[in-house]
């Protein structure tokens, strides 16, 4: 676990890099597979998960001295679920097509493994400033690793990457030349596993590198 | 009593304030989602019963899914808008079926949800298939071939690569007629 | 209700949907849990029977008191707001109750399970049974369906998960590159998995 009594700052970047929920610390898994299927997909989710994960954060931290053993859990789960409903009705009320797309993965990052794992090693412990730094950054870390699958994904899977926002504006890229080698594949179930292995394992090779690297 | 209430009292009291605050997001957005959710069904209608301007939801006798009576200016009957569900290929697919106002013939038909292959089965969601729906007879049952239709027959073409899932939607129109235009007619 | 249907839901959900080579249910416990075909095993049938009764009892709790409640207030969606909120509180009573039983009756059990019974709370495939039987029209309203469909769900799981821990046993003796260890050659082996259970769609036709 990267610096404990770093500046606040440097909890905010660990979160992006030395602790990247998604690819160096392996939580979270099951939405990360699910919605990487298309770009719009992941930038919702990530929306969705920062907003919860800075709330529940901010709750927790404010309520940390009046929190009690017995009834810790249960605190990180009634505030993360009650945002969460929160996150699923603005999600239903503006962007309802992609909410339909991602079907029970918004709710379920109420049990999202990163959020009660961040509420209880950092949000419990330490202030509100930092917590939210930390919440910043593993929300953000997140978004962009799920942002990175989906890309490959859908890149591969369909020949191109399209931001259908409901307003209808969409960009799309070099559909024509790739659309008849496009690797239905990946955007189905395998895929999914397919991109995350490949990249969790360039991912352990760069870190192991730079362990490497480091230690001469 | 005491000891249940030292140690629970701040599970009860978020308990209330969550839910005081999830009620006000709720009432918030309702409105909107309630919106969203018939938006989508009305565009399908706007496109399978063309000239439609309102429509009214009717009870069918012997149909338990939705059937819309479909105006167009001036109150006059533009046709009706039949929604059917079944199971395709890989999980359920819904659709909507627009008839002429005496209901013999089909004006459209928009696949509204479906989970079909990417890039194979799920073409019967394209407008260019389903448009081959558009004039058939609703009174016989239509069927899929795997080449081009010949004229005067109640046919469709299969999307190449996908015959469950083309075969799966006519299923799904050929019931849904069947069982939707005997009470229709009465209307 | 006849036994074709039923056995349809419940083919469809443990090969065709399969929870996690699918749906992507579960697969926390799935990447961590399925070194050993015994403890595998083990979790499968925990999870299965944790799944079966928090999806019977959050049926019962929105069809029994949410919609009835909420009748008098607006109309029998109006507490649907709560659902979320239902539905994980189930499940965390759900295995709190399950943990004390074992610990009394079956003690042994209950040292085996060690820390996996308090992390099933956490297991997006139980709350992803309840979501999932709450959103599908055909098992919403039907208490023996939805019965049906969280018992098959738990089942495909523990079939993925011991299918997953034999693999990986043999895995074991073989040569992995130090990069792909652990996570990554197991993702990689469920996304054959995955391809493999694909074959299966289109039986339910």
């Known amino acids: ?216 | 009593m005491r000891k249940f209430v030292r140690e629970s009292w701040l599970i009860l009291a978020l308990g209330l304030v969550f839910a005081t605050l999830l009620a006000c997001a709720q009432t918030a957005f309702q409105p909107r989602i309630q919106d969203n959710q018939a938006r989508a069904l009305n565009e399908a209608i706007g496109l399978v019963v063309p000239g439609t301007v309102r429509t009214e939801r009717v009870r069918v006798e012997g149909y338990d899914r939705d059937v819309f009576r479909c105006l167009a200016e001036g109150q006059t009957v533009a046709g009706w808008a039949v929604e059917a569900v079944g199971t395709g290929f890989a999980d359920r697919i819904r659709l909507v079926v627009g008839l002429s106002p005496d209901a013999r013939s089909i004006t459209g038909l928009k696949v509204i949800e479906n989970v079909e292959t990417p890039g194979l089965g799920n073409k019967i969601a394209e407008e260019a298939w389903a448009a081959q729906y558009r004039g058939l007879d609703a009174g016989r049952p239509i069927v899929v071939r795997k080449r081009p239709p010949a004229a005067d027959r109640n046919e469709v073409q299969a999307v190449t690569g996908a015959t469950i899932s083309s075969t799966a939607v006519t299923e799904i129109v050929n019931r849904a007629l069947e069982r939707v235009r005997p009470g229709l007619e009465r209307l | 209700m006849d036994l074709g249907s039923l056995a349809a839901v419940f083919v469809g959900v443990v090969f065709i949907n399969n929870f996690v080579l699918a749906q992507f249910l579960g697969i926390c416990p799935f990447l961590g849990v399925s070194r050993r075909v015994d403890m595998a095993f083990g979790m499968g049938c925990a999870v299965t029977f944790v799944m079966t009764i928090s999806g019977v009892t959050s049926w019962l709790i929105v069809h029994g008191i949410l919609m009835p409640v909420g009748s008098r207030l607006g109309g029998p969606e109006s507490l649907f707001f709560l659902k979320y909120v239902v539905f994980i509180m189930v499940i965390a009573a759900m295995v709190q109750l399950v943990e004390m039983y074992l610990r009394k009756f079956f003690p042994a059990l209950y040292t085996a399970f060690g820390v996996f019974l308090p992390l099933i709370t956490t297991n997006c495939a139980i709350l992803g049974a309840c979501l999932l039987i709450d959103m599908n029209e055909t098992y919403r309203n039907s208490l023996v369906k939805s019965a049906v469909f969280a018992f098959g769900g738990g089942v495909g799981f523990a079939i993925a998960i011991t299918v997953m821990a034999g693999i990986r046993e043999h895995l074991r003796f073989s040569d992995v590159p130090k990069p792909l260890q652990g996570a990554g050659i197991t993702l990689l082996t469920a996304c054959i998995l995955s391809l493999a259970f694909m074959g299966f769609a289109g039986i339910g036709k």
Not at chain 1, 169 to 175: A, F, G, K, N
């Open chain 1, 1 to 216: 676990m990267a610096s404990e009594n770093g500046s606040i700052l440097k909890q905010f970047t660990d979160g992006i890099v030395a602790n990247n929920p998604t690819l160096v610390l392996l939580l979270g898994m099951c939405p990360t597979l699910a919605v990487t299927n298309t770009v719009e997909n992941a930038l919702v989710m990530g929306a969705a998960v920062i907003f919860v994960l800075t709330m529940s954060n901010l709750v927790t931290s404010l309520l940390r001295h009046l929190l009690q053993p017995h009834v810790r859990i249960l605190v990180f789960t009634l505030t993360i679920a009650t945002f969460v409903t929160i996150a699923d009705l603005t999600l239903r009320a503006y962007v309802f097509e992609v909410s339909k797309k991602l079907g029970p993965f918004v709710p379920l990052i109420i049990v999202n493994c990163i959020i009660i794992a961040r509420a209880e090693v950092v949000a419990s412990r330490h202030g509100v400033g930092r917590s939210v730094a930390d919440a910043l950054g593993c929300g953000v870390g997140f978004t962009l690793a799920l942002t990175l699958l989906g890309a490959i994904r859908e890149l591969l899977g369909t020949g191109g990457i399209t931001l259908l926002r409901e307003s209808g504006w969409h960009w799309h890229l070099d559909p024509k030349v790739f659309e008849p080698h496009a690797w239905v594949v990946m955007i189905m179930p395998p895929g999914a596993f397919l991109t995350l292995g490949a990249v969790i394992g360039v991912v352990n090779h760069v870190r192991a590198r730079r362990a490497e690297r480091g230690g001469k």
